[in-house]
Nanobody, 124 residues
Framework: QLQPVESGGGLVQPGGSLRLSCAASEFTLADYAIGWFRQAPGKEREGVSCIGYSDGSVYYTDSVKGRFTISRDNAKNTVYLQMNSLKPEDTAVYYC?????????????????WGQGTQVTVSS
């Protein structure tokens, strides 16, 4: 089964930064739109950001605009989510998924390949 792998999560203080990575070894991420999602305890999973595969268009949910940046490094077959000015409400398990296209900041998830997630905790 094709599955991307997330990494880079951890514990960080409010105002700090983390960079999440979404990498794949069995398929080429450049052939897919990539979405980042998060799920906080007791809440539903929500879309955070998406990057298209054809023109590289990027999209963000309002709560992370100006703080998070999604990008690709095709040579490394990796997509990144740079997260700055982190807030306690950003605490969640973060997932990446590879799919067909972005519906704004949310990846169209039918048939998408999901990673296992990485925990991000923002706390003092």
């Amino acid at each position: 089964q094709l599955q991307p792998v997330e990494s880079g999560g951890g514990l960080v203080q409010p105002g700090g930064s983390l960079r999440l990575s979404c990498a794949a070894s069995e398929f080429t991420l450049a052939d897919y739109a990539i979405g980042w999602f998060r799920q906080a305890p007791g809440k539903e999973r929500e879309g955070v950001s998406c990057i298209g595969y054809s023109d590289g268009s990027v999209y963000y949910t309002d709560s992370v605009k100006g703080r998070f940046t999604i990008s690709r490094d095709n040579a490394k077959n990796t997509v990144y989510l740079q997260m700055n000015s982190l807030k306690p409400e950003d605490t969640a398990v973060y997932y990446c998924a590879a799919g067909s296209y972005c519906l704004g900041y949310v990846l169209y998830t039918k048939g998408a390949h999901w990673g296992q997630g990485t925990q991000v905790t923002v706390s003092s």
